[in-house]
């Protein structure tokens, strides 16, 4: 029977796609097989060569990738090339390093005690301020005294 091999008692199917190229497709009813080629590829089925892409005549120019890139052509961007950097690397031509920082604990900083003098200089202002600074929230002076307006916190 076509499509089995065998003794006469003992029948094992036959496999008609091992002759199909790796870039087809096969089809099989038992009797017959057919191999056709994958789109992208053309041929005869056990034989199937990839077709010339859009960027296939484009070459990127000489040295346009540095270390260790590699130079492809986009055929969505006109076939524009562009460099696939390795990964310690970045930029349109992999000439950038990526910043690359090793893990260590932090220093533990002891709090500090500062003792500040103010100079009064009028009454009835209550709160003290730096907007500006984050380690420097408010004042307020339990006296409701005006602290002097030279004073500067840095």
């Known amino acids: 029977m076509p499509g089995y091999s065998g003794d ?3 029948c094992s199917d036959v496999n008609e796609c091992k002759s199909c190229s790796p870039d087809s497709q096969c089809a099989s009813d038992g009797e017959s097989y057919n191999c056709t ?10 034989t199937c060569i990839p077709l010339p892409g859009p960027c296939d005549s484009v070459q990127c120019p000489p040295s346009f990738c540095k ?9 969505d961007d006109d076939c524009k090339p562009f460099c696939r950097c390795p990964r310690q690397y970045r ?5 950038l390093g990526r910043q690359q920082f090793i893990a260590e604990p932090l220093p533990t900083t002891p709090k500090r005690s500062v003792n500040i003098t103010l100079r009064i ?15 420097f929230i408010s004042l307020t002076n339990i006296t409701t005294a005006k602290v002097c307006p030279d004073l500067s916190v840095e």
């Open 37 to 46: 080629c994958k789109p992208g590829f053309s041929g005869n089925g056990t």
């Open 121 to 135: 200089q009028d009454i009835n202002v209550t709160v003290l301020s730096n907007r500006s600074s984050t380690d």
């Open 91 to 95: 930029g349109e031509s992999c000439t």
């Open 67 to 75: 270390n260790g890139g590699t130079c492809v052509t986009n055929p």
């Open 8 to 10: 006469g008692v003992t």
